[in-house]
């Protein structure tokens, strides 16, 4: 009988030991996760915090982009002006040299 008591008693130490190792498992397991959701929800802002500050960047090129495409085609239409009226001028000094030419042709002549 005695025998018995001390096997029960040695058993119910085990489970003590065994529960207590278990507590303390699932408390370091607890604490573990907690700081791994710490670690992801800082991670977490940060990203948030740069795709925030990316977004801005992005806009602000493309604010930029449109304001010299729009100056990119103001310059083409100026360019388009500029060209027509050297296209005029050419002519202009063209007739003016045959002009010129004719009139000294003629004086030569008379």
């Given at each position: 009988n005695l025998g018995h008591e001390a096997t029960l008693r040695l058993l119910k130490a085990k489970v003590r030991v065994l529960e207590e190792e278990v507590n303390r498992l699932t408390l370091e397991n607890?604490?573990?996760?907690?700081?791994?959701?710490?670690?992801?929800?800082?991670?977490?802002?940060?990203?948030?915090?740069?795709?925030s500050k990316l977004q801005k960047t992005i806009h602000t090129l493309q604010g930029q982009l449109e304001k010299y495409s729009n100056l990119a085609e103001e310059k083409k239409q100026q360019n388009k002006v500029l060209e027509m009226d050297l296209v005029k001028l050419k002519k202009d000094l063209d007739l003016m040299d045959r002009a010129g030419k004719k009139s000294g042709h003629l004086r030569k002549l008379s």
């Open positions: 607890s604490k573990q996760k907690q700081n791994d959701n710490q670690k992801t929800s800082s991670l977490f802002q940060q990203k948030k915090k740069k795709t």
